[in-house]
């Protein structure tokens, strides 16, 4: 089981940089891909991209795809999402997960963090 809590969310104008931080406990980190979503009030949760258990695959969204990083450190048990070139239309709460694998599925991930909320103002 591990818990995940995000940090690092925020108000930043478009065209701005963010970076969020997913801090993970418990055990068997590693073994776990690990993704971000975003949610919208009245909409689904959103895939944003996702990271393999060693980090070698990372795979984005289109619509965030060339400006967000996605990075884990393994050692320190965390995810790094960074954010680059915001747009208003990233405006969501933010959400790191952990799961079996890499998916663009919200149901194939067993553990969520709180989520963070970052505001894009045009």
């Known amino acids: 089981q591990v818990q995940l809590v995000e940090s690092g969310g925020g108000l930043v104008q478009a065209g701005g940089s963010l970076s969020l931080s997913c801090a993970a406990s418990?055990?068997?980190?590693?073994?776990?891909?690990m993704g971000w979503f975003r949610q919208v009030p009245g909409k689904e949760r959103e895939f944003v991209g996702c990271?393999?258990?060693?980090?070698?695959?990372?795979y984005y969204a289109d619509s965030v795809k060339g400006r967000f990083t996605i990075s884990r450190d393994n050692a320190k048990m965390s995810v790094l999402l960074q954010m680059n070139s915001l747009k208003p239309d990233d405006t969501a709460v933010y959400y790191c997960?952990?799961?079996?694998?890499?998916?663009?599925?919200?149901?194939?991930?067993?553990?969520w963090g709180q989520g963070t909320q970052v505001t894009v103002s045009s």
């Open positions: 990271i393999t258990r060693s980090g070698v695959r990372i």
């Open positions: 997960a952990a799961g079996r694998g890499p998916s663009i599925s919200t149901s194939d991930y067993d553990y």
């Open positions: 418990g055990r068997n980190f590693s073994s776990y891909a």
